[in-house]
């Protein structure tokens, strides 16, 4: 039973348009939500968080989205660089404290920018 | 201050070895937590330690995988008689307490 799910595996944007990465959860306890960035080979690299009593988080070209009623929630980019390119993954936690104490992770979205 | 170092960055094992996977956290880091990723998976968490202690093992399978984290050293990740089921990429995180949690660059288990 997956309870955080990225249903695009892939998605193709242009340089310099936004990209808008979205992730569905089922599980209404959880509490806290981040975005990873993973390039091949390597470990994945924390973005950007939000905590559940917030809607918006924004950290330069990254904005994070909640929508707690549609247990919802969206990563976007803008503008979109080429090295934007990588698997992006979105997690959620139970606890609020930071770590990663048993975050739940979605399947990832492959996000190729096109020059 | 270096990264969270693992090694061996690939290990290869025959069925039935055992998979011994060391994760050096950050400097200052003493909170430290493994993940699997299975292919076209996402990362599944493991267990959460801190020195000495394990925290959160509710993500360990029950028999054959153990992890610990030595007053000094590394943290180990070790896995008996392996199956093939259990080639994957393990990643290692660490942490200090109340902070985001920064990723190694994982070891990539195959077992023939």
């Known amino acids: 039973d997956q309870q955080v799910k990225q249903n695009s595996p892939s998605l193709s944007v242009q340089e310099g348009r936004i990209s808008i990465l979205n992730c569905d959860y089922t599980?209404?306890?959880?509490?806290?939500f981040l975005w990873y960035k993973k390039y091949p080979a390597e470990g994945p690299t924390f973005l950007i968080s939000?905590?559940?009593?917030?809607d918006k988080n924004e950290d330069g070209r990254f904005t994070v989205f909640l929508n707690k009623s549609a247990k919802h929630l969206s990563l976007h980019i803008v503008p979109s660089q080429p090295g934007d390119s990588a698997v992006y993954f979105c997690?959620?936690?139970?606890?609020?404290?930071?770590?990663?104490?048993?975050?739940?992770f979605g399947k990832g979205t492959h996000l190729i920018i096109q020059p | 201050n270096a990264g969270v170092m693992q090694n061996p960055r690939h290990l290869v094992r025959r069925r039935g070895q055992e998979a011994r996977l060391r994760c050096s956290p950050m400097?200052?880091?003493?909170?430290v937590y493994w993940y699997r990723q299975l292919p076209e998976e996402g990362l599944k968490f493991m267990v959460y330690?801190?020195?000495?202690?394990?925290?959160?093992e509710s993500g360990m399978p029950k028999e054959r995988f153990s992890a610990e984290f030595p007053k000094e050293g590394p943290s180990i990740l070790r896995i008996q008689q392996v199956v093939r089921g259990d080639s994957a990429a393990y990643f290692c995180?660490?942490?200090?307490?109340?902070?985001?949690?920064?990723f190694g660059q994982g070891t990539r288990l195959t077992v023939v």
């Open positions: 995180a660490s942490s200090p307490l109340g902070a985001e949690a920064f």
């Open positions: 599980n209404s306890m959880f509490d806290y």
């Open positions: 939000i905590s559940s009593i917030k």
């Open positions: 997690a959620a936690s139970f606890y609020s404290g930071g770590g990663a104490d048993g975050l739940t």
């Open positions: 400097k200052g880091h003493s909170h």
């Open positions: 330690l801190q020195k000495e202690n394990i925290i959160d």
